[in-house]
């Protein structure tokens, strides 16, 4: 299980996202141009010390990490507010990637387009979405819980 984030806009999120793909020992994709100056100290803060030991790859671009995903035979799953499927109700797979559009725009058609899966997390109505760090933090949960991959 690994997660990406697309053209993240803020630090603090990624920081976090990190944060929790260290804890868990899932690698973390950032598939850039960033929203802020990519670097320790925009992360440090949210991420603590615990950013720093996450297994991360960046990617300069969508084309780059899709041609990632194709070699090394991954399943990309896109949280997505307009996801097909309900959380609760989608099979994940140990080797999924789990895909987190930008704060501020999400992701475009394309990228929509070419995920495999399209998944979306049940709230409350008349709510839009939740904070993209927390997102993560819920989709990997039960992700690993699906696929028995929680660490020991």
């Known amino acids: 299980m690994e997660i990406a984030l697309f053209q993240p806009d803020i630090a603090g999120n990624v920081g976090t996202t990190l944060r929790t793909a260290a804890c868990f020992g899932v690698a973390a994709h950032i598939i850039e141009p960033c929203g802020f100056p990519f670097s320790d100290g925009a992360l440090k803060r949210a991420g603590m010390d615990y950013a720093v030991r996450a297994n991360v ?12 995903t194709v070699e090394a035979r991954r399943r990309v799953v896109l949280l997505t507010t307009a996801g097909a499927t309900p959380l609760p109700a989608f099979e994940f797979s140990a080797d999924d990637v789990l895909l987190l559009g930008a704060e501020s725009s999400g992701v475009p058609q394309h990228v929509h387009h070419a ?5 979306a997390i049940p709230m409350q109505a008349g709510f839009r979405s939740l904070n993209v760090a927390v997102a993560a933090g819920i989709a990997l949960a039960e992700a690993l819980r699906q696929t028995k991959g929680f660490p020991a």
Not at 57 to 68: I, L, V
Not at 115 to 119: D, E, P
């Open 115 to 119: 995920a495999a899966a399209r998944v």
């Open 57 to 68: 790859r960046r990617h300069s671009d969508w084309t780059r990490f899709h041609h990632w």
